[in-house]
């Protein structure tokens, strides 16, 4: 069953603590984005790469980090740099490369500050 | 900068009756227009694009969205809302390698 999967579906952050957020694909898509989402914000891009060891900052990159080191998988680290992270984060994925391609969305995690 | 705009957070209908759902963008050069919808606690799923040929595409579940250039408008219609289409809306414009979302439109449907 091809698709995106995120988890945690909920997690919860210290003060100070740096955390974790998996996006794994097996679509084999090029392309893998980070978005966050805020009531009435609407999705604003953290972070995108567009091929493996390769990303770009977003909108919004500040306090955040990732890595692509499998084409597979692009994990987002929350920082303690982030001083308000709580917000449902989305990962997605495309082909990469067409102007016109959609993007597949996983079912987003839900970070809290303890 | 490449932008685009919801200008209504919350639409309500009665089921039956056709809705509408606003988009307006700002673009430089040709436009590539998206409609996605979210279903509470989920990730966003594809309903239609825009990028070139006929300004009335056909998407997902019924939707449609008319292509308006001297508007610069992209807005998501319905002939006849289902209570099940109630969800929030986003419409998105591509630039570079990446989307571009709009804050979202509530959609309420009433039986």
């Known amino acids: 069953d091809g698709g995106i999967t995120q988890s945690p579906k909920y997690l919860f952050r210290k003060e100070g603590q740096n955390v974790t957020l998996s996006c794994e694909q097996n679509?084999?898509?090029?392309?893998m984005y980070w978005y966050r989402q805020d009531p009435g914000q609407g999705l604003r891009l953290i972070y995108y790469?567009?091929?493996?060891?390769?990303?770009q900052k977003g909108d919004i990159a500040e306090g955040y980090s990732v890595s692509r080191e499998k084409k597979e998988s692009f994990p987002l680290t929350v920082t303690s740099a982030q001083k308000n992270p709580t917000a449902f984060y989305l990962c997605?994925?495309?082909?990469?490369?067409?102007?016109?391609?959609?993007?597949?969305f996983g079912s987003g995690t839900q970070l809290s500050v303890l | 900068a490449q932008s685009v705009a919801q200008p209504e957070d919350q639409v309500n209908v009665a089921e039956g009756n056709p809705l509408t759902v606003k988009c307006t963008y700002s673009?430089?050069?040709?436009?590539?227009l998206f409609w996605y919808v979210q279903y509470p606690n989920r990730g966003l799923q594809f309903l239609l694009k825009?990028?070139?040929?006929?300004?009335l595409v056909k998407g997902s579940y019924g939707f449609e969205a008319e292509f308006n250039k001297s508007q610069t408008s992209f807005h998501l219609k319905k002939p006849s809302a289902l209570v099940s289409d109630s969800a929030l809306y986003f419409c998105?414009?591509?630039?570079?390698?990446?989307?571009?979302f709009g804050q979202g439109t509530e959609l309420s449907v009433k039986p």
């Open positions: 673009v430089s050069g040709n436009p590539y």
């Open positions: 825009y990028i070139t040929g006929d300004n």
């Open positions: 997605a994925s495309s082909m990469g490369g067409t102007i016109g391609e959609k993007l597949f």
């Open positions: 679509l084999n898509h090029d392309a």
């Open positions: 998105a414009v591509r630039t570079g390698g990446k989307l571009i």
């Open positions: 790469s567009q091929i493996v060891n390769d990303f």
